[in-house]
């Protein structure tokens, strides 16, 4: 990459009380991100998992998803899941079905092994929480959640 000298570069636009507010939620959102990153990693060690094997595993609880359909709810690649999901399969944690919808994507599913597994993991995630959203007040949280929400609908609506 060629840099050109700091007299060439283009102007910023000037910055507004909303977009500085909004960058900082995103410099805080990376830093949260990596301390639950964390907490995920040893949470799902309860359950012989990695962090993320439970968010794949996640994606397919409560009915079985494509992949690409488990992709789009987590909001990571379908390489990425594809990858985790025949890890899954492959240690019976998961399994693929055939898809009424379509002839080639199968249908992920959790397995008895999976749902054991999660079992294992919600044990040691449900106190763990509960622990730590004694730190902020309920009605907060749900504000967070709900801003969120928006930000996420705004930014793949775009």
């Known amino acids: 990459m060629t840099v050109p ?5 283009p102007e ?12 900082d939620v995103i410099l805080a959102t990376f830093r949260l991100n990596a301390r639950l990153l964390e907490a995920a990693q040893e949470l799902a060690a309860h359950g012989e998992l990695t962090a993320a094997w439970w968010q794949v595993l996640g994606g397919v609880l409560d009915e079985p998803r494509s992949v690409a359909d488990v992709g789009r709810i987590m909001g990571v690649s379908r390489q990425g899941v594809q990858r985790i999901a025949d ?3 492959e240690r019976g944690l998961a399994e693929y079905r055939a ?8 249908l992920l599913a959790c397995t008895e092994a999976g749902y054991w597994a999660i079992r294992q993991v919600s044990v040691a995630q449900h ?3 509960a622990e ?12 967070t959640l709900a801003t969120m929400q928006a930000l996420i ?3 793949e609506g775009a």
Do not use: F, I, M, Q
């Open 127 to 129: 106190p763990w929480a």
């Open 132 to 143: 730590l959203s004694t730190a902020v007040d309920v009605a907060d949280l749900r504000t």
């Open 87 to 89: 890890l899954l399969v």
């Open 153 to 155: 609908t705004r930014l």
């Open 12 to 23: 910023l636009a000037a910055e507004t009380e909303g977009g500085a507010a909004l960058t």
């Open 99 to 106: 898809n009424p919808a379509h002839r080639r994507a199968k």
């Open 5 to 9: 000298p700091r007299a060439e570069w």
